[in-house]
């Protein structure tokens, strides 16, 4: 069953670095979306992506988060210079149709020290 | 803004028993997803109501979609171990359907 995937699973990095977290999303799917879960708190909404470009962004969304596809199956998110509160899981999620019926990928939890 | 409560929020049961979870709102939705999520593991659609008053099952899970598209509810039949896991809801934000609106789940436990 295609699924869609995430690396990496943990990554742990210093407050100020930059990270990159990477998804394949599912191959026919042309709907995609960056989510995070801070421990014990709601799944929030960060970005989604269709035909190349943002679609939609919360407020979270700042200046220092950027997301990419560099090619046809790589979709990545960037956090520039990681904060503390930036530890989360994240989520990565995809659609074939319109913007419901998401598939999520099993997430990076993401550690910053 | 729009929220979504799921109640209760933990759930300890015997297996066997029955169950339900709710999901309630004062905000109208389009559509209304359940999903199902392990710990540090990504949450995995189980099922999506679209139409007020819809019934869907899913094997022993019985969802259903409120009338008025406020609310919904997730009954589970004679519940087993492998049914523990945290359960949320989630619903595209009305006027603007680009992104998720979640609650903040249930979490349920089956004891052997």
């Known amino acids: 069953e295609p699924e869609v995937t995430q690396t990496p699973s943990h990554q742990v990095t210093q407050m100020g670095q930059e990270v990159i977290l990477r998804c394949v999303p599912i191959s026919n799917h042309l709907y995609f979306y960056w989510y995070r879960q801070i421990l014990g708190q709601k799944v929030e909404f960060l970005v989604s992506f269709y035909n190349n470009e943002i679609s939609e962004k919360s407020e979270i969304f700042d200046d220092q988060f950027s997301v990419e596809r560099p090619d046809g199956s790589n979709f990545t998110l960037k956090i520039r210079s990681t904060k503390l509160e930036d530890s989360a899981m994240y989520f990565c999620a995809s659609s074939e149709r319109g913007w419901t019926e998401a598939f999520f990928g099993q997430g990076t939890r993401l550690t910053v020290v | ?112």
């Open chain 2, 1 to 112: 803004t729009q929220l979504l409560e799921q109640s209760p929020q933990f759930l300890s049961i015997q297996e066997g028993e029955n169950l339900t979870v709710y999901c309630n709102s004062s905000s109208v939705f389009s559509s209304l997803q359940w999903y199902r999520q392990e710990p540090g593991e990504g949450p995995v659609l189980l099922v999506t109501v679209v139409t007020g008053g819809e019934v869907k099952k899913l094997k022993r899970l019985t969802f259903q979609f409120g009338d008025a598209r406020k609310d919904s509810s997730l009954h589970i039949t004679a519940a087993q171990p492998g049914d523990t896991g945290l359960y949320l809801c989630a619903a595209p934000n009305a006027g603007n359907n680009r992104k998720l609106i979640w609650g903040l789940g249930t979490s349920l436990a089956v004891n052997p």
